[in-house]
Structure formats: C-alpha cells, structure tokens
C-alpha cells in the first residue's frame, strides 16, 4: 500500500457540495482508504485571477493503485462531476491533483510527481502543515 496526498479544489457552482461529492467518490473506491483530511480552505485564484474564488482541501490516503491507475480514477470522477476543461488554471467545477505518491519523484507526459505547485503555492503549503507535512517531505532524497 502507498501513501499519497491529494489536493481537491472547486470555483464552479456548488464548491463545497462539489468537494463533498469528490470525498465520496474517492472513498467509494476499494482500493483507495482516506486517511486524514485537512480543513477546507477558501482562497484566491492564481496563475489566472480573473475567476471566482476556490475552496480547496488536502486527503491523505492509503492505495494500491499506482500512480497512474490513480491518476485515471480521478480523472474519471472529475468527468463524472462535470467537470468542463475550458483553458489552463481556468475556472473548475472540481480539480482533482495527486500531490505526492509515497515520495516517489515522476516526470512523465501525463503525470509530475510531487506536483509541482507544491513549491510554491501558499494555500498547499497552509494544508499541508495542518497535516504535519512540509513539502519538501514530499520527495524521496533517494531520488
């Protein structure tokens, strides 16, 4: 079983029924057990700022997926909630992002692990020392 974090976020619509919805979908899943959840916190839009504002959470959980097994399943969940691809760091109606995977350091196409807002984005940074996590636990030093 590998540990892994997992940001969660909402701008569109509902945003907080939108997070809950994720949870549930994400714990539904019999491979995947949520272990810890940080607070939901309200924050600002970066990168584009002309959109509303985002809630956003952080769950630590317990898989054997692999990372892109992972990958896809969220991905399935964020189609099934609807979520609409209109342009990049445009508005979500929810965004589902791994941010670590048991410290495992990926750069492929399709995945870069840790994730790399984990540098340098300051509501992650908020989430993640709630769960007792600085990000630089995120990377395996053997990597």
């Given at each position: 079983?590998?540990?892994?974090?997992?940001?969660?976020?909402?701008?569109?619509?509902?945003?907080?029924?939108?997070?809950?919805?994720?949870?549930?979908?994400?714990?539904?899943?019999?491979?995947?057990?949520?272990?810890?959840?940080?607070?939901?916190?309200?924050?600002q839009?970066?990168?584009?700022?002309?959109?509303?504002?985002?809630?956003?959470?952080?769950?630590?959980?317990?898989?054997?997926?692999?990372?892109l097994?992972?990958?896809?399943?969220?991905?399935?969940?964020?189609?099934?909630?609807?979520?609409?691809?209109?342009?990049?760091?445009?508005?979500?109606?929810?965004?589902?992002?791994?941010?670590?995977?048991?410290?495992?350091?990926i750069?492929?196409?399709?995945?870069?692990?840790?994730?790399?807002?984990?540098?340098?984005?300051?509501?992650?940074?908020?989430?993640?020392?709630?769960?007792?996590?600085?990000?630089?636990?995120?990377?395996?030093?053997?990597?």
């Open positions: 079983m590998a540990r892994s974090l997992l940001s969660i976020g909402s701008n569109v619509g509902d945003r907080s029924e939108q997070l809950e919805r994720a949870r549930t979908e994400i714990a539904r899943h019999d491979q995947i057990e949520i272990l810890r959840e940080s607070t939901i916190l309200e924050n839009a970066i990168l584009f700022e002309d959109q509303a504002d985002f809630l956003n959470q952080i769950l630590e959980i317990e898989t054997s997926l692999t990372p097994d992972l990958l896809r399943f969220l991905q399935m969940i964020e189609d099934r909630l609807g979520r609409v691809r209109r342009f990049k760091y445009g508005p979500r109606e929810i965004d589902l992002d791994i941010l670590s995977y048991d410290r495992q350091k750069n492929t196409a399709d995945l870069t692990l840790p994730h790399p807002g984990v540098r340098d984005r300051e509501y992650l940074h908020r989430l993640l020392a709630e769960l007792g996590v600085l990000p630089s636990d995120l990377e395996d030093e053997r990597s």
